[in-house]
């Protein structure tokens, strides 16, 4: 299919930065096929206005920002949304994986998948009753919900965490038996939470190991109270 020259609608990278060029000589190795399908698998439809140079600088692009070497993953840390926040922004920051994919697809000027990722996370019923019943809405809602289920991997580099989520039925007691189970515990904190069905407070282990141990087990574990228990390292 011939491409006629258009303006290039990817962002401007430096081309003599030794990473972006590495990248852009393992794009140019590929046929122009190839270069579609890696787009298209990632969510990133290609325009047939679009060039072949400009095919490959996305894909570049595309690639750089997965690996986090452009793109949110560089800038400065986000801010944890506040209370008064929509349940795609706090997705965004509890969601890596999700924040990456609505990234890319931004990216890309993908402005149908973008505002359906932002539509169907803070309300999917209207979401499904305005944009369902199509081939191209169950692949995108797909690949939305694959990010927002993407396990998050936390970097653990000591024994103290902090955790909140657990039943305050359960206790102080409760809970300190269930933790101590991974492992001896160093230093234990409890406390309701505001809305009393809830409680939270602070572990320490012994190591690196049995903390990552807790987190593993019980990290996003759904406790039936509508909310989620969560081990953060500190």
């Not at 609505?102 to 996370?121: C, D, G, Q, S």
């Amino acid at each position: 299919m011939s491409r006629a020259p258009r303006a290039a609608i990817v962002a401007a990278l430096d081309y003599k930065d030794p990473v972006v060029a590495e990248e852009f000589q393992a794009c140019q190795a590929l046929d122009t096929e190839a270069v579609e399908d890696e787009l298209a698998a990632s969510g990133i439809p290609v325009p047939p206005t679009m060039n072949d140079m400009e095919m490959r600088m996305m894909l570049v692009e595309m690639r750089l920002r997965k690996s986090g070497k452009v793109g949110p993953q560089k800038a400065k840390a986000k801010a944890k949304p506040g209370a008064d926040a929509s349940a795609f922004e706090v997705a965004l920051y509890e969601k890596p994986a999700f924040s990456e994919l609505y990234e890319e697809w931004k990216a890309a000027r993908n402005t149908n998948a973008a505002n359906l990722a932002i539509e169907h996370v803070n309300n999917a019923r209207r979401a499904k009753e305005r944009y369902g019943g199509t081939a191209l809405y169950d692949e995108t809602i797909a690949k939305i919900e694959a990010a927002l289920n993407a396990r998050v991997v936390k970097e653990v580099k000591g024994g103290a965490l902090s955790y909140a989520g657990f039943p305050a039925n359960m206790g102080e007691a409760g809970v300190r038996m269930t933790l101590a189970a991974f492992g001896d515990l160093k230093d234990f904190t409890w406390a309701e939470a505001d809305d009393g069905l809830t409680c939270g407070g602070t572990v320490e282990y012994e190591d690196v190991d049995t903390a990552k141990a807790a987190i593993d087990k019980y990290d996003g574990m759904d406790m039936g109270l509508g909310t989620t228990l969560t081990l953060e390292p500190q």
